[in-house]
């Protein structure tokens, strides 16, 4: 059983920035595909974006393409996600997530809940406007 841990959550402006982090406690960390989902109140959980076994390949969604990075350290078992020009509707718990099969980071498949067998218990983003 993975356990996942986030952290960097917190209170921003609008336009700012925040970096957050999933630390994995597993050895097989560097063969999972990874992936960062975010719940906003009152609504359902949505994909953000995923990143590949080995870092080389990474999928977004629309409403975060070109302001949101995925990247991951296969050597410190950790994968962040950097949010740049932050905006109001980006304000949601965010979660990390494992898919043991590594099958993640190659396009649609990414975004599907059953996609991934492992999940964190959320960090909270709130940003003002």
């Known amino acids: 059983q993975e356990q996942l841990v986030e952290s960097g959550g917190g209170l921003v402006q609008a336009g700012g920035s925040l970096r957050l982090s999933c630390a994995a406690s597993g050895r097989t960390f560097s063969s999972y595909g990874m992936g960062w989902f975010r719940q906003a109140p009152e609504k359902e959980r949505e994909f953000v974006a995923a990143?590949?076994?080995?870092?080389?390949?990474?999928y977004y969604a629309d409403s975060v393409k070109g302001r949101f990075t995925i990247s991951r350290d296969n050597a410190k078992n950790t994968m962040y996600l950097q949010m740049n020009s932050l905006k109001p509707e980006d304000t949601a718990v965010y979660f990390c997530?494992?898919?043991?099969?590594?099958?993640?980071?190659?396009?649609?498949?990414?975004?599907?809940?059953?996609?991934?067998?492992?999940w964190g218990q959320g960090t909270q983003v709130t940003v003002s406007s």
């Open positions: 990143i590949g076994w080995s870092g080389g390949i990474t």
């Open positions: 997530a494992a898919d043991r099969f590594g099958r993640v980071g190659h396009g649609p498949i990414s975004s599907q809940f059953n996609s991934y067998d492992y």
